[in-house]
């Protein structure tokens, strides 16, 4: 697909829903509205960060060099940062809207995972003062590091459309999270050691789910060997899903000074990384097979 293509989709699906999601509710309490409407802002960051342009001032650059002419009511960077920031909600909106219309929401089952977020180089935390009472520290397993502030909790169905993210602080308990993450679902969950206990079993159970993890090496697995490779084998869906995030979407890097923010700036990767997935099925291609969506 051309970028030109790509951006034209995005453009009418969001300008499509966005004013559904927004319903009788005003964005604006007073003033004018900008120059610049809220679906070309969200189409512009969808389109930046599918580029890698992560930060506010690349992706405002990018588009007064290359599509002023598509986007006339670009005003100044302040403005744009400001404006896309306050999207933050019509943004989450928009993207439960888009993993409906994937059947994602249905899908019998999910797999979940977690991965740092943290905000400065470890040996900075003593004196980093971003996020102040919010941010702490934590242990990264897969990378067998320790860093500062905070972790991300994240849940795809079996296709790897992403169907729920949420944010504690880096030492934050991944089963704590998981009932963020597993309201109103039902079905088959899989996880990792980090969400192994008989009692969160248990009371998922209660809920209508089945959460299925690897167990420790000490312990005894009566389950079928093959079911169990199988799980391993899917749970690597999940793998790749984070691992886009962080490589073309550079989730890890925060770039951001308070939470507002940072919900904003998480939004639109994951809204980003799922009309990926949405494109890919209009165009017959593999779900996550991002690379290559954009013709060069």
Request: hydrophobic letters at 45%; charged letters at 25%; one cysteine or more.
């Amino acid at each position: 697909m051309s970028l030109e293509d790509f951006i034209i989709t995005i453009f009418c699906w969001i300008d499509d829903q966005l004013a559904a999601c927004v319903g009788n509710r005003r964005l604006r309490q007073r003033g004018f509205a900008p120059a610049l409407s809220d679906s070309e802002v969200i189409t512009l960051e969808v389109v930046g960060e599918f580029l890698g342009l992560d930060a506010d001032v690349q992706i405002w650059r990018y588009a007064r060099r290359h599509w002023r002419a598509w986007f006339p009511g670009l005003g100044s960077r302040t403005a744009f940062a400001k404006q896309a920031a306050n999207l933050w909600a019509p943004k989450q909106r928009l993207h439960q809207r888009l993993i409906a219309h994937l059947g994602a929401v249905a899908d019998p089952i999910h797999l979940v995972d977690g991965f740092p977020l943290p905000i400065c180089v470890i040996t900075r935390a003593p004196r980093c003062r971003l996020f102040a009472g919010e941010a702490n520290h934590g242990y990264c397993a897969a990378k067998q590091e320790y860093y500062y502030g905070f972790h991300g909790h994240l849940m795809i169905s079996f296709d790897g459309v992403i169907t729920g993210l949420t944010v504690t602080p880096a030492s934050g308990s991944e089963r704590d999270a998981l009932w963020d993450l597993v309201e109103e679902r039902q079905g088959l969950l899989i996880g990792d050691k980090g969400y192994l206990g008989a009692f969160l079993k248990a009371d998922l159970m209660a809920a209508g789910i089945d959460l299925q993890t690897p167990l420790r090496s000490n312990m005894h697995d009566d389950r079928d060997p093959q079911a169990v490779a199988r799980l391993r084998r899917v749970r690597r869906r999940i793998e790749t899903v984070i691992g886009q995030l962080t490589e073309q979407f550079h989730v890890e890097k925060v770039r951001a000074r308070d939470r507002w923010h940072l919900t904003s700036r998480l939004a639109r990767k994951v809204l980003a990384h799922t009309f990926g997935i949405f494109i890919n099925r209009s165009l017959g291609r593999p779900d996550l097979q991002l690379a290559g969506l954009i013709a060069a």
